[in-house]
């Protein structure tokens, strides 16, 4: 599933804050609408940002507000959460919680389930692009990890990443080092290692339980808007049109993805094909072993902002960005 949005230059992370819509201060807050919902809902009012699959839902925030799930098989929408009061960025859903993401500076945790704000993280000076999530027991012997309820990795326009304690929504490292917005960061569980990719175009790893920088990943021309970590490689989109594979354990750069038109905005690995999304409104599909280029898909107007690999099923349309399957 493909979301797409107006093209902004850099895809679906910009260098500075977006025109933020309209305040929801005052409508329903911090509660999701449960289906069956009116008509009028079943659309976001903006562009959608990020989506996720879940089982046989789809999870998808938008430039609206508003976080809504989708009946994968009817496209139906089941419900809307509101809260946030700017863009929602990213989401994820792990451990029955739903985490998103903000301009608005913020990022919450929900209750799937209960569709009600379990708790929000506030200390980010800027709008927060990027979340990962790590459960209790993906980090065995971790000083409070079970007590903590797991761990949130936030990173933002501000120039940080945070460590948050889900449970109580205390921040447990900040991680400094990147000169420009972080856009991006992905999660590696066992080792307790996060990776981060910003506008100074590095990307860089962090021991997320000491908050110590390990290590700095730097040949990218542009800035770094998208990561994927598969089988100890870490795989980086770039405004410099290209994608790298790098290894994990010693930041050695070991294949280069070109043929894009525009910046990579968006990465997806899936049984050793590697999906790109584009500035220039195309997927590609890459042999991730040799970087041969296999496919191009054509057929959205705008930046490809995000990319999920599924089961097939009629998703939904939305308002100025849509779902598609390549």
């Not at 609408?33 to 839902?57: G, I």
């Not at 809504?68 to 098989?73: A, E, F, L, P, T």
């Not at 599909?285 to 990319?307: K, T």
């Amino acid at each position: 599933m493909l979301g797409t949005e107006p093209d902004t230059g850099l895809g679906p992370t910009t260098l500075g804050p977006r025109p933020e819509p309209k305040s929801r201060v005052g409508r329903s807050t911090d509660r999701a609408t449960q289906a069956p919902l009116d008509r009028n809902l079943q659309r976001h009012e903006s562009y959608v940002t990020f989506c996720h699959l879940e089982d046989e839902a789809a999870f998808t925030c938008s430039a609206d507000c508003t976080i809504r799930k989708w009946d994968v098989r009817t496209g139906q929408c089941l419900q809307v959460f509101r809260g946030h009061t700017s863009i929602v960025n990213r989401i994820l859903v792990a451990d029955n919680q739903l985490f998103s993401g903000s301009y608005d500076r913020t990022a919450r945790a929900w209750s799937v389930d209960k569709g009600q704000v379990s708790q929000e993280f506030r200390g980010h000076r800027n709008c927060v692009l990027t979340l990962a999530y790590s459960a209790p027991w993906d980090l065995p012997g971790a000083p409070c990890a079970e007590e903590a309820g797991g761990l949130l990795v936030t990173g933002s326009t501000d120039g940080t990443a945070r460590v948050w304690q889900v449970a109580g929504g205390g921040c447990w490292q900040t991680l400094r080092g990147h000169t420009g917005a972080v856009l991006c960061l992905v999660l590696d569980t066992p080792s307790h290692t996060a990776f981060t990719g910003s506008t100074d175009a590095t990307i860089r790893a962090w021991d997320i339980l000491s908050g110590e920088q390990l290590r700095v990943f730097r040949e990218h021309q542009g800035p770094v808007i998208c990561l994927e970590l598969v089988n100890r490689h870490v795989y980086s989109g770039s405004a410099d049109r290209t994608v790298k594979c790098w290894l994990a354990d010693t930041g050695e750069r070991v294949r280069t993805f070109a043929a894009h038109g525009h910046s990579v905005s968006a990465l997806k690995y899936h049984a050793g094909t590697l999906f790109t999304g584009s500035g220039d409104a195309r997927a590609r599909a890459f042999d991730a072993e040799s970087g041969a280029l296999q496919r191009v898909f054509r057929g959205h107007a705008f930046v490809i902002n995000c990319i999920q690999v599924g089961a097939p099923a009629r998703l939904p349309g939305f308002e100025q960005g849509r779902a598609r399957r390549p």
